[in-house]
Structure formats: structure tokens, C-alpha cells
């Protein structure tokens, strides 16, 4: 038990089941004393969710399809509600066409160009103008990304595209919202398995390498992303806006 989130209240959207990064967050969030609200993509997934929520003492699990402007508008409302202000958003959303993760880049559709950027940068800024409103001075927005986006990683094509764009919107975000006292940054995190990573072709591989390669020489956990999300969602970031943190074990700095 910690005592950095104690008094803040938060909203998670991106939890599918224990594996989820977003759970990780939420994980370490709740032991540093925040109160938490969660929001589900479909009925599959809130079984799933709903009961990890209550293990976190949540009550608050609401619907919510970043695509669909009133879910995302419907989930502020509710927590103005219950709470009058909130004080942080985590973003851990992202979707992608399977096909578009494989096969070559120039053969990405209009539409599936379009999905990936929709889900997994845009609804970053959706998002961030239904919450603002609702948002305690001191308040932190933090989202996930991924080194695609700096470099070409094999096989993540247009995700490496709609991240690149997400890092952007991070920064233009944080200009905004700077004035306001609201601070929005992204944690870029090394591999991990989760579900979005199921089903990858050559996931295990990519795997292996980083656990030999990365300067740390050991994956990453969502533990390890939780605690980083905690600094960035405290006032210990207080002077901290518009920054992509790494979460990679140095990985990034080195070459193949
Ligand atoms: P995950 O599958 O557990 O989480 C992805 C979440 O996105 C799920 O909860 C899913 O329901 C949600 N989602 C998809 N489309 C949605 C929509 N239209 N509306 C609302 N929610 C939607 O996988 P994860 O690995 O925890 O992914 C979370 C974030 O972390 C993503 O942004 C991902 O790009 C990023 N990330 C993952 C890794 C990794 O290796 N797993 C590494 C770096 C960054
Ligand atoms: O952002 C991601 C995964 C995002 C993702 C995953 C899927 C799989 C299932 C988005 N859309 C979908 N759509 C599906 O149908 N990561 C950072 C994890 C990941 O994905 C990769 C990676 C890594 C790492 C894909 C190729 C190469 C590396």
C-alpha cells in the first residue's frame, strides 16, 4: 500500500482480462489509494471486467466504444455524476485489422488505414475533450504506444502509422491542456503478451530477442508499466507534459 494516487480519482478505459496492461495500471493505482472506474468494449468483455473492477473495490463499469462519440460522452457524464470532478484518464485502446498486421504495407486498405487510426490515435483526442471538461486541476491523461512507432518494427504496419499518430496527438494535446494544469503523456511499452499480442505471427520470437537484447535482459511485466503510470498519473510528474516514456528495459536505445 502506497499513498502517491490517495484522493485522486481515475477512469481506465482498455481492460479485456488479467493480462491487459490496463489492469496492470489499475493494479497499482488502487494500492496507491485511488478510486477507479472502469469501461468495457462489449458484454464479452465486461464479464470479464466487472469482476476484476469490484476486486478493486470499482463499482463504477461502464460501457464504451471509443468509435461512438455518445458512448465516450455517456461514460464522463456518469462519472461527473458520481464523482463531480475526476483527476486522471488511462488510454490503453488500440484495434487494428489482423490482415493489416501482416502481408505488405502498401497493401493497407483506405479502411483499414482508417480503423486503426480511428480506434488507436483519434479516439486518444475523443476521448481527452469529453474528459477535459470533468477534470480536476492536476489532472493526467496517460496512453499507451509502442516503439512502431519510431521505427519499423516487422509486421506492425499500420499500427507503427496510428501510434506515430498518437505520439503526435500526445504533444498537441499537451500544449492545450498545458495552460490548464492537465498533463498528457504516453508510456511506450516493450512486448508483452497479452491478447492484443495473441495471434501475432512470430510473437514468441520477438519475444526471445528482446528478452536477450534488451539492455536489461529481461520482458517487460504489466507491473512494470504500472508502477511507470503511477509516477506519470501523480503529482511526482507534476512538471512532466507531452513525453513518451519508455518502459522497454533500454531496448530502444540499442540496435539489431
Ligand atoms: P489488450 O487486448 O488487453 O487491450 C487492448 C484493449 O483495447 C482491449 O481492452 C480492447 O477491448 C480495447 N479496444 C479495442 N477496440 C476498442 C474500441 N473500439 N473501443 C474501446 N476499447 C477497445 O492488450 P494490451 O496489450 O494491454 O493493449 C493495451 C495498449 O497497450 C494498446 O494501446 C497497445 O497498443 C499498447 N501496447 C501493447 C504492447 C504489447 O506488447 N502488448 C506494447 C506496447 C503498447
Ligand atoms: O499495439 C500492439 C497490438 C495492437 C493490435 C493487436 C491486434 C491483434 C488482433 C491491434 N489490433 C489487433 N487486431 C487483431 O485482430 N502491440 C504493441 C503488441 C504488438 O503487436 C505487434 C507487435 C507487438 C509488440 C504486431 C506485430 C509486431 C509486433
Not at 469501461?39 to 466504444?65: F, H, I, M, Q, W
Amino acid at each position: 500500500m502506497g499513498n502517491l494516487l490517495k484522493g485522486k480519482r481515475g477512469v481506465v478505459f482498455g481492460v479485456a482480462n488479467n493480462r491487459s496492461i490496463a489492469w496492470g495500471i489499475a493494479q497499482a493505482a488502487q494500492r496507491e489509494g485511488a478510486e477507479l472506474a472502469f469501461t468495457y468494449l462489449n458484454e464479452a468483455l465486461e464479464k470479464r471486467v466487472r469482476p476484476l473492477a469490484e476486486s478493486v473495490g470499482s463499482e463504477l463499469v461502464l460501457p464504451c466504444d471509443v468509435q461512438n462519440d455518445s458512448d465516450i460522452e455517456a461514460v464522463f457524464a456518469k462519472l461527473k455524476d458520481a464523482w463531480g470532478g475526476i483527476d486522471f484518464v488511462v488510454h490503453s485502446v488500440a484495434y487494428a485489422n489482423a490482415d493489416d498486421l501482416k502481408g505488405r504495407f502498401h497493401e493497407t486498405s483506405r479502411e483499414g488505414f482508417a480503423l486503426a487510426m480511428d480506434v488507436s490515435a483519434y479516439s486518444l483526442v475523443a476521448v481527452t475533450n469529453k474528459a477535459v471538461p470533468v477534470m480536476n486541476k492536476g489532472g493526467s491523461i496517460v496512453t499507451l504506444t509502442y516503439l512502431g512507432a519510431a521505427q519499423v518494427v516487422p509486421h506492425y504496419r499500420v499500427m507503427g502509422v496510428a501510434k506515430a499518430a498518437l505520439e503526435a496527438c500526445v504533444r498537441e494535446l499537451a500544449v492545450d491542456l498545458g495552460p490548464d494544469s492537465i498533463r498528457v503523456n504516453a508510456i511506450s511499452a516493450g512486448p508483452i503478451k497479452t491478447l492484443a499480442a495473441s495471434g501475432i505471427s512470430d510473437f514468441r520470437d520477438l519475444l526471445g530477442a528482446f528478452e536477450v537484447r534488451s539492455p536489461l535482459r529481461k520482458l517487460v511485466t504489466i507491473e512494470d508499466v504500472g508502477d511507470t503510470a503511477i509516477y506519470l498519473l501523480s503529482d511526482l510528474a507534476r512538471a512532466v507534459t507531452g513525453e513518451v516514456h519508455y518502459v522497454d528495459g533500454g531496448f530502444n536505445i540499442t540496435t539489431a
